[in-house]
Nanobody
Framework: QVQLVESGGGLVQPGGSLRLSCAAS????????MGWYRQASGKEREIVAS????????YHADSVKGRFSISRDNAKNTVYLQMNSLKPEDTAVYYC??????????WGQGTQVTVSS
C-alpha cells in the first residue's frame, strides 16, 4: 500500500505563489504515476497535473498551463506542485493521488488553498 501526505496549502493573495508537497511512503516501488487534483466547493474533483514516477511524462490541465508546474524528487519520495500567478478560481482543496502499476489508487487527505485579497 501507498500512503500520501500533502502539505503547503494556505491563504494567498491573487497573483501570489504556493508550493504544495506530497510525500509518499509504503510501497514506493509500486508507484507508476502521481497527480494533483482539486475540488472546489460545490464542484466535482478535477485533475490539475500529473507526472510519471520516472519523470518522463507530465501533464498540466489547460486551466493551469503556464502557471503551475508539477515535479518530483525521487530521493525524497515527494511530488511538488509549484503554483504561480494564483487566481481566486484556483481556490479548492488540493489532493495528491498515486497510481500503481497494478492500477491501485491512493489519495492523500487534501490541503486547502484559498486565493483571496
Amino acid at each position: 500500500q501507498v500512503q500520501l501526505v500533502e502539505s503547503g496549502g494556505g491563504l494567498v493573495q491573487p497573483g501570489g505563489s504556493l508550493r504544495l508537497s506530497c510525500a509518499a511512503s509504503g510501497s514506493i516501488a509500486s508507484i507508476d504515476a502521481m497527480g494533483w487534483y482539486r475540488q472546489a466547493s460545490g464542484k466535482e474533483r478535477e485533475i490539475v497535473a500529473s507526472i510519471t514516477w520516472n519523470g518522463a511524462w507530465r501533464y498540466h490541465a489547460d486551466s493551469v498551463k503556464g502557471r503551475f508546474s508539477i515535479s518530483r524528487d525521487n530521493a525524497k519520495n515527494t511530488v511538488y506542485l509549484q503554483m504561480n500567478s494564483l487566481k481566486p478560481e484556483d481556490t479548492a482543496v488540493y489532493y495528491c493521488k498515486a497510481t500503481t502499476a497494478s492500477r491501485a489508487i491512493a489519495w492523500g487527505q487534501g490541503t486547502q488553498v484559498t486565493v483571496s485579497s
